[in-house]
Structures are given as C-alpha cells and as structure tokens.
C-alpha cells in the first residue's frame, strides 16, 4: 500500500519567513496530494490540494508542488503569521474512490 | 449548511459504559467515516459508510460499533473500552465520487478511566 513520509517533524520559522514542508510518497499510482491543517483542539481542515495533472497550485500565501518524478510534493508557506503554527498532514490518494493515506504530520511554530 | 456536527465535545466514561457518538451532516455526501486520532498524529481510518451500508472496517475491535440510521447521520457505539482508546474520534463525509476530498466534523475528544 501507499506510504507518505513527511518531513520534518518539527519546524520553528520567525514570523515573516517562508516555511516549506516536503512529503515523500511511495505509490506511483497516487493522483491527489492534499494538505490538511490541524490547529489544537480543532478539525484537519483542508487548505489546499493538487493533482497529479498539474506541477504547482498557489493559493494567497500558501502553494504546494509536486514532482512525479521524484515522488515528492511540497507545501509552501510565504510570509508567515502566528496564526499558521499548527500541525501539518499531507496525505495522497491513488483515486476517488481510494481511501486518503496521511503523513505523520509537522508542528509548524510561527515565532512572533 | 456545509458543515459536520459532532457531539458530544468531550466524553468521560469508564470501562464498564456504554455511550454513543453523534454525526450529523446535511451536505448531501452519501459517504461517511469514523476516524480516531491520538494527539499530534494523522487521523487513522476506522469505518466507511456509503450510501448507509458498511464498506469498510480497519479490523476495528467489536468494542466500536457503527451506525448509519440514514444518510444525515452516523453515530459510534462504544461498550466496554480500554484506558487506551482515549483519543480524538473525528467524523467526516464526502461525496461519494469524491472520496479523497474529506470534510471533517470536529471530533468528540474521550477520555476512558
């Protein structure tokens, strides 16, 4: 089955920087490659995704990449906030009707 | 109304208990799943529903047991759980033709003592 790697784990950035967070992923099958952020105490909620179709997809301040090549996507963060620290999970698909398969995720720390 | 409903927030039972956790969504999505998430880890996939029926279970132990009484609700039955089943249980739905695009409720933190 699909394995997601993510790394790293932890990740302190001062407010103002970018921050870019990179899954490994190890089925060559998966198509779609969302990025959920969990906020303490709250839902994964999704905030951006793509699919294997397109190479970049940005949204305001956050974009992810994807390199099929390699078989790694990347999530990119420009001009962080405090409102950004939480945890990250990217996580892949081989289709719609296949379950998602998360990373481990990442604790993303905005210092002010 | 594009949201999922989880109740209740928090649980507190003891391993003799039995208790139920509500979902509700009015989204139209006929696919819905019970997730449980241990603190700062991804959520792991315990049942699916679609179109009310059972099609997935992650060899979940018989303590859990689903529901899906029509396609707005989903609920868990929990009977005579361990210390180490306290964790986060998230509800989330999806269109059935969409299954990757998951739309979390947000969870029933329980604790078992």
């Known amino acids: 089955g699909e394995n997601v790697e993510q790394h790293p784990s932890t990740l302190s950035v001062q407010e103002g920087d970018s921050a870019v967070i990179k899954c490994t992923y190890s089925?060559?099958?998966?198509?779609?490659f969302p990025w959920y952020k969990q906020e303490l105490g709250k839902r994964p909620q999704l905030i951006i995704d793509?699919?294997?179709?397109?190479g970049e997809k940005k949204d305001q301040r956050i974009a992810v990449t994807l390199n099929k090549t390699a078989k790694h996507f990347s999530l990119h963060i420009t001009e962080t906030q405090p409102e950004d620290s939480a945890v990250y999970f990217c996580a892949a698909s081989t289709g719609a009707n296949s379950k998602l398969t998360f990373g481990k995720g990442i604790t993303l720390s905005v210092r002010p | 109304d594009t949201e999922v409903t989880q109740t209740p927030k928090h649980l507190v039972m003891g391993m003799t208990n039995k208790k139920s956790l509500k979902c509700e969504q009015h989204?139209?999505?006929?696919?819905m799943y019970w997730y449980k998430q241990k603190a700062k880890k991804p959520p792991e996939l315990m049942f699916v529903y679609s179109y009310e029926k059972l099609s997935i279970n992650e060899s979940v132990p018989s303590r859990f047991s689903p529901e899906c009484p029509n396609s707005s609700l989903l609920n868990l039955h929990l009977h005579a759980l361990q210390p180490e089943d306290s964790a986060l249980y998230l509800c989330?739905?999806?269109?059935?033709?969409?299954?990757?695009?998951?739309?979390f409720g947000s969870g029933t933190q329980l604790s078992v003592l």
């Open positions: 989204m139209g999505h006929r696919a």
């Open positions: 989330a739905s999806s269109l059935l033709g969409q299954r990757e695009k998951l739309f």
């Open positions: 089925d060559s099958a998966s198509n779609y």
């Open positions: 793509i699919r294997s179709n397109v």
